[in-house]
């Protein structure tokens, strides 16, 4: 059965380090998410991406963060200069074009020290 | 604005007895709700959605969940629960237009004692 994956599955990084998440969504869907859960809290979403472009975006996505999807089969999630509270669990999502369901990747744990 | 409410942190049940785990949510005009489940070190995996029709949705590993609008509640059920159940569940919602984020509950954690 066809899933989302994810690398690395855990990043420890250094405040003010970039790090770039990676995702390769199920083949052939279209619309892509990047959500997060802090330790503890609840799943949050960040942005959406459909037609090469970002069609939503939440507060929690500042300057600081940036999606692309470089080559038509991964996904990724930039974070230009990390701080602490960007530690969490980050999870990519995708969908197809017709069933209204998301389905999720395993995870990045990232730990911002 | 979206919101869900999973009113209960954890939810405890014997194996074999029968199990619920609630959920409310507040949205603008027609609903998409959604169960995942989250085991240790796993992603968010889909259990079930409604979209429309029947009232009573079916999903994986024998759950199921019920609509109701008056209640503005999605609650999900399983006649018998297993050990092997006892996961993280989170109820989310999206409205049926436009934007497509979900939005998550907090999460319920269920135990399943043998």
């Known amino acids: 059965e066809p899933e989302v994956t994810q690398t690395p599955s855990h990043q420890v990084t250094q405040m003010g380090q970039e790090v770039i998440l990676r995702c390769v969504p199920i083949s052939n869907h279209l619309y892509f998410y990047w959500y997060r859960q802090i330790l503890g809290q609840k799943v949050e979403f960040l942005v959406s991406f459909y037609n090469n472009e970002i069609s939503e975006k939440s507060e929690i996505f500042d300057d600081q963060f940036s999606v692309e999807r470089p080559d038509g089969s991964n996904f990724t999630l930039k974070i230009r200069s990390t701080k602490l509270e960007d530690s969490a669990m980050y999870f990519c999502?995708?969908?197809?074009?017709?069933?209204?369901?998301?389905?999720f990747g395993p995870g990045t744990r990232l730990l911002v020290l | 604005a979206q919101s869900v409410a999973q009113p209960e942190d954890q939810v405890n049940v014997a194996e074999g007895n029968p199990l619920t785990v609630k959920c409310t949510y507040s949205?603008?005009?027609?609903?998409?709700l959604f169960w995942y489940v989250q085991y240790p070190n796993r992603g968010l995996q889909f259990l079930l959605k409604?979209?429309?029709?029947?009232?009573l949705v079916k999903g994986s590993y024998g759950f199921e969940a019920e609509f109701n609008k008056s209640q503005t509640s999605f609650h999900l059920k399983k006649p018998s629960a297993l050990v092997s159940d006892s996961a993280l569940y989170f109820c989310?919602?999206?409205?049926?237009?436009?934007?497509?984020?979900?939005?998550f509950g907090t999460g319920t954690r269920l135990l399943v004692s043998p």
């Open positions: 989310a919602v999206r409205r049926n237009t436009g934007f497509q984020k979900l939005v």
């Open positions: 409604y979209i429309t029709g029947d009232n």
């Open positions: 949205v603008s005009g027609n609903p998409y």
């Open positions: 999502a995708s969908r197809g074009g017709l069933d209204e369901t998301q389905y």
